[in-house]
Nanobody, 130 residues
Framework: QVQLVESGGGLVQPGGSLRLSCSASGFTLDYYAIGWFRQAPGKEREGVSCISSSDGSTVYADSVKGRFTISRDNAKNTVHLQMNSLKPEDTAVYYC???????????????????????WGQGTQVTVSS
């Protein structure tokens, strides 16, 4: 059974850091791009970051550039999202998902297309508040 599980969320003060993990079971992440998305209350789900499978290239939403870093550990079948300098507006449920296509190369345009991703995890809550 294909499954993605997010972990690492929590409550953090503004300026703090969190490291999210997206662990896969039932398939190998190596061949797929992995995207991180988030959804705040009353807002649409938005793409945060994506890491390609073939060349490891990465894409970030403008709102997180310079603060978030995505990485993959194929040996552990896991993708991480390191989030630094967190702001209250980063508060949301964070989800990971795989690309529909194997060897998909991430792009700014693709990060805005939720329908290009599948096997969504259940999400992990990130709350940034003092």
């Amino acid at each position: 059974q294909v499954q993605l599980v997010e972990s690492g969320g929590g409550l953090v003060q503004p300026g703090g850091s969190l490291r999210l993990s997206c662990s896969a079971s039932g398939f190998t992440l190596d061949y797929y791009a992995i995207g991180w998305f988030r959804q705040a209350p009353g807002k649409e789900r938005e793409g945060v970051s994506c890491i390609s499978s073939s060349d490891g290239s990465t894409v970030y939403a403008d709102s997180v550039k310079g603060r978030f870093t995505i990485s993959r550990d194929n040996a552990k079948n896991t993708v991480h999202l390191q989030m630094n300098s967190l702001k209250p507006e980063d508060t949301a449920v964070y989800y990971c998902a795989t690309s529909l296509s194997i060897h998909y190369v991430c792009s700014d345009y693709g990060l805005r297309q939720n329908s290009w991703y599948t096997d969504w995890g259940q999400g992990t809550q990130v709350t940034v508040s003092s």
